[in-house]
């Protein structure tokens, strides 16, 4: 696959220019004043957070995030997003588990290594980040790309999992490469402009995504039927501090990724979360990802698009609590791997 059609594939997943679509203004205007009163406080960045600078194996380096006390809870974004993007699970969860959220390596406060951005490099960064933070009996949730990077970890670092982790969530994603076929139709217009930025990979793109720019086309593909604005202008500016090349070199670990003759080799518990309208990782892939998982419990959220903690955050929050106190359940009657050396 040449590398313009990778850039559009990457930055439809990043949500990177769809601000591009031109003749959804007037959407994008009523948009704008859509509030929600549920969901707004719970987008703003909380208090009392710890961070963390965690170097990595290949040179590069981690930022990580935390709040709370109590079991963990590790939280993975997707491309082009950011550790804030949880912002609304901090303040759900902080109060009973010890919330931990990181930048992806080459996202927000995080600098990738030798190795770049691949799934592999991922995944074992995941587990350094519980190696280093000594974690016992995490909860790890992925979203999207996350999710791809979750299941890798599960299954190159099967001893690590089983030493930190008691499940494994996996959020809007899926075990396979999302394909031009399934991109393009929400893609539309602005594939020509994402080709032209994989030509360009030096342009930030902030001159295509201006602050109060809130596409219709951004609401289209990421989020269900009743988004908040304020959870739109989040996502817009996670994107825009974004370079080109990260999505671009992103979007290719996200097309070379299959695992599907390789997570039944996971056999912890295991819980499928997918919105009923999330057009980037719809629930028949959700449904693919968890029937090739022994032990995975399905649900759709209704009317949810792909970006769940935003949308439906309190819901999630419920799963994620439910999860966890089953997951501790079934982690009782299981042996303990030995810690791993020092």
Same mark, same amino acid.
């Not at 949500?15 to 003749?23: I, P």
């Given at each position: 696959?040449?590398?313009?059609?990778?850039?559009?594939?990457?930055?439809?997943?990043?949500?990177?220019?769809?601000?591009?679509?031109?003749?959804?203004?007037?959407?994008?205007?009523?948009?704008?004043?859509?509030?929600?009163?549920?969901?707004?406080?719970?987008?703003? $960045?909380?208090?009392?957070?710890?961070?963390? #600078?965690?170097? %990595?194996?290949?040179? +590069?380096?981690?930022?990580? &995030?935390? @709040? /709370?006390?109590?079991?963990?809870?590790?939280?993975?974004?997707?491309?082009?997003?950011?550790?804030?993007?949880?912002?609304?699970?901090?303040?759900?969860?902080?109060?009973?588990?010890?919330?931990?959220?990181?930048?992806?390596?080459?996202?927000?406060?995080?600098?990738?290594?030798?190795?770049?951005?691949?799934?592999?490099?991922?995944?074992?960064?995941?587990?350094?980040?519980?190696?280093?933070?000594?974690?016992?009996?995490?909860?790890?949730?992925?979203?999207?790309?996350?999710?791809?990077?979750?299941?890798?970890?599960?299954?190159?670092?099967?001893?690590?999992?089983?030493?930190?982790?008691?499940?494994?969530?996996?959020?809007? $994603?899926?075990?396979?490469?999302?394909?031009? #076929?399934?991109? %393009?139709?929400?893609? +539309?217009?602005?594939?020509? &402009?994402? @080709? /032209?930025?994989?030509?360009?990979?030096?342009?930030?793109?902030?001159?295509?995504?201006?602050?109060?720019?809130?596409?219709?086309?951004?609401?289209?593909?990421?989020?269900?039927?009743?988004?908040?604005?304020?959870?739109?202008?989040?996502?817009?500016?996670?994107?825009?501090?974004?370079?080109?090349?990260?999505?671009?070199?992103?979007?290719?670990?996200?097309?070379?990724?299959?695992?599907?003759?390789?997570?039944?080799?996971?056999?912890?518990?295991?819980?499928?979360?997918?919105?009923?309208?999330?057009?980037?990782?719809?629930?028949?892939?959700?449904?693919?990802?968890?029937?090739?998982?022994?032990?995975?419990?399905?649900?759709?959220?209704?009317?949810?698009?792909?970006?769940?903690?935003?949308?439906?955050?309190?819901?999630?929050?419920?799963?994620?609590?439910?999860?966890?106190?089953?997951?501790?359940?079934?982690?009782?009657?299981?042996?303990?791997?030995?810690?791993?050396?020092?």
């Amino acid at each position: 696959m040449d590398r313009r059609t990778v850039g559009a594939i990457a930055g439809a997943l990043g949500l990177s220019a769809v601000a591009a679509v031109t003749g959804l203004r007037v959407a994008g205007h009523r948009i704008r004043e859509r509030t929600r009163p549920d969901i707004d406080p719970l987008l703003r $960045t909380p208090g009392g957070l710890s961070h963390h #600078q965690i170097a %990595t194996s290949d040179g +590069g380096s981690v930022h990580v &995030v935390e @709040a /709370g006390r109590g079991r963990p809870v590790v939280l993975l974004h997707g491309v082009v997003l950011q550790w804030w993007v949880w912002n609304p699970l901090f303040h759900l969860l902080s109060d009973r588990f010890r919330v931990i959220a990181w930048d992806m390596r080459g996202h927000g406060g995080s600098t990738p290594g030798t190795d770049g951005i691949s799934m592999e490099a991922i995944a074992r960064d995941l587990a350094e980040v519980l190696d280093h933070l000594e974690l016992r009996d995490a909860v790890v949730v992925g979203h999207s790309m996350g999710g791809m990077a979750l299941g890798r970890y599960a299954v190159d670092h099967p001893t690590n999992c089983a030493e930190h982790s008691s499940g494994l969530m996996f959020l809007a $994603t899926a075990a396979t490469e999302l394909t031009p #076929q399934l991109i %393009t139709p929400y893609l +539309g217009a602005s594939a020509g &402009v994402l @080709a /032209g930025l994989a030509d360009r990979a030096d342009l930030p793109v902030e001159w295509l995504w201006r602050p109060g720019n809130l596409s219709a086309s951004l609401v289209r593909i990421a989020f269900g039927k009743d988004p908040s604005a304020a959870a739109i202008e989040a996502t817009r500016q996670m994107v825009a501090e974004v370079r080109p090349a990260t999505s671009i070199e992103a979007g290719r670990a996200i097309l070379d990724h299959d695992l599907t003759d390789r997570l039944g080799d996971y056999d912890g518990p295991a819980m499928v979360v997918v919105g009923t309208d999330d057009h980037l990782t719809p629930p028949r892939l959700a449904g693919r990802l968890a029937g090739l998982i022994g032990q995975a419990e399905l649900v759709e959220l209704p009317d949810v698009g792909h970006q769940v903690m935003q949308e439906a955050p309190q819901r999630l929050a419920e799963l994620i609590e439910g999860f966890a106190d089953a997951a501790i359940t079934a982690r009782a009657g299981r042996p303990r791997p030995a810690a791993s050396p020092a």
